[in-house]
């Protein structure tokens, strides 16, 4: 028995492994088509994502999400759609300008400090 592949089997693998490849770029194709079709009901997007049914609604309500209604009366959302909706939300934090000194910082500290102590102080005096 020869040990060494001929010319016929080197063909014979080259072609298996570009089916392999082919088979493999098909299947990923498959289930990205099966994600942008996959519908979830709010139970399973909380599973999925950890997002409650108040977020989904706000977002729908913002125009921002695309919601349809299934089998007894469920709202359902597409996955893909979802997926847009979270990654397309950006995050910018709110930029307050620096002071210029720190009297002026302790001036706004005290003023942030009034605001927050203002509704306890009239709640105390509506329980006395």
């Known amino acids: 028995m020869k040990d060494t592949p001929t010319d016929e089997t080197m063909i014979v693998t080259l072609r298996v492994s570009d089916l392999r ?18 519908l979830l009901d709010l139970k399973q997007v ?36 979802l997926e847009r909706w979270l990654t397309g939300r950006k995050y910018s934090p709110v930029r307050e300008p ?5 009297e ?10 009034a605001e927050l102590q203002t509704p306890a102080r009239k709640a105390q005096r509506r329980y006395r």
Do not use: C, H
């Open 21 to 38: 490849e082919i088979v493999r770029d098909v299947v990923a194709e498959a289930l990205k088509v099966k994600a942008q079709t996959d």
């Open 46 to 81: 909380f599973e999925r994502y950890r997002i409650g049914r108040d977020a989904i609604l706000a977002g729908a309500n913002r125009g921002d999400l695309e919601l349809s209604r299934g089998p007894r009366r469920k709202l359902l959302v597409r996955a893909a759609e």
């Open 98 to 102: 620096a002071p210029e000194s720190m």
């Open 104 to 113: 002026e910082w302790e001036r706004q500290a005290d003023a942030q400090l």
